[in-house]
């Protein structure tokens, strides 16, 4: 009971703490002065990974690396599958190409990097540092084409990211202080939301790699999930998908890439053969009706829903 507690206690910090560095570093940027659309690419982006991010740092310091590694592929497979086919059953989805062509073949290319560095026996440092320089490239190029056309489609979907965030009038120190204040909240949640994990999966024996893909992945896929939740209620399509897009691109460069400079990350086993595969899989099936202009009706998000569910217990059934 004592590890279901911290699993709990760990999962409300990590959701709190996220969106209070969302929060306080909106509130700071806008008295910066900063645009809306650096604040939704940048901002908004990262505080919606922040969870998973300081978990799968957390997890690498502690010499647990299949958390780290599991957190990560597992979010990525849950946004898409789990969140993605929650948000067709609320309203169905139909993306426009050219709110979200850049940014999905930004994420293919990172999948592609991802796993061919893993391929070769893991995350080096250097692999993550290249991951971290990648990130800052497609966010530099980003910046810069959206700022020469305020009005394309996918400058006026990153603004839309951060205009739909109730914006709470703080000044500067206080601002600050939630900033500050969301960051411990994240470090210790981490903490606790670990510790309950592998406590849980000491006791009914269920391998690090599973936990990291299934009840870490599911619990710092939470706040993506809220933000997906709200846009499709709000009929804003192009907003669901671009946030699931923009989380795995954060996910996979970000998080893998910090992870990875600060403890070198082993690829082996199910992650190498299965996960990673699953995966690329669901990226692909994502990017098909992006690109091809389809719809993802209800029908369809069952669809993804059920092949979740299959995932999840094939995984389960076969550890």
């Known amino acids: 009971m004592l590890n279901l507690f ?38 908004v982006g990262f505080g919606t990974s922040a969870p998973e991010l300081v978990v799968s ?23 898409i599958l789990l969140i993605l086919g929650v948000s067709a059953l609320i309203v169905p989805l139909q993306a426009h190409l050219r709110c979200l062509k850049r940014d999905g073949l930004t994420l293919l290319v990172a999948s592609a ?34 700022k020469a056309d305020i009005h394309d489609p996918a400058a ?51 391998p690090d790699a599973i936990i990291g893909l299934t009840v870490v992945a599911a619990g710092t896929s939470l706040p993506e999930l809220a933000a997906s939740i709200v846009a499709a209620v709000r009929r804003e399509a192009d907003l669901a998908v671009g ?8 996910n996979t460069l970000l998080i893998l890439g910090s992870a990875s400079v600060i403890s070198p990350l082993p690829f082996t086993g199910r992650f190498l ?21 389809l719809r993802v009706s209800r029908a369809k998000g069952a669809c993804f829903l059920l092949g979740y569910a299959v995932y999840i217990g094939v995984m389960f059934g076969f550890q």
Do not use: C
Not at 12 to 22: D, F, R, S, Y
Not at 62 to 70: T, Y
Not at 169 to 176: D, E, L, Q, V, Y
Not at 177 to 201: E, K, M, S
């Open 57 to 79: 740092i957390k997890a690498a310091l502690s010499g647990e690396p299949e958390i780290a590694v599991g957190n990560v592929i597992g979010s990525n497979i849950a946004n």
């Open 156 to 206: 006026e979907l990153h603004q839309q990211k951060a205009d739909n965030i109730e914006a709470t009038p703080m000044a500067m120190p206080i601002a600050i202080l939630v900033l500050l204040v969301g960051f411990a909240l994240l470090v210790y949640g981490a903490d606790r939301f670990l510790l309950g994990a592998v406590g849980l999966a000491q006791t009914f024996g269920v």
């Open 273 to 293: 053969h299965i996960d990673q595969w699953v995966m690329l899989g669901a990226t692909l099936l994502l990017l098909a009706f992006l690109f091809f202009g």
């Open 6 to 43: 911290w699993l709990l206690l760990g999962l409300v910090l990590l959701i709190i703490g996220g969106e209070a560095v969302v929060r306080g570093a909106l509130a700071t940027a806008r008295r910066l002065g900063t645009s809306p659309l650096l604040a939704g690419l940048v901002i």
């Open 243 to 250: 946030n699931i897009i923009g989380s795995n691109i954060f």
């Open 113 to 146: 990097l991802f796993m061919g560095l893993a391929s070769i026996g893991g995350l080096s440092r250097w692999d993550g540092l290249l991951m971290l320089l990648l990130l800052a490239a497609y966010l530099v190029w980003a910046y810069r084409t959206e």
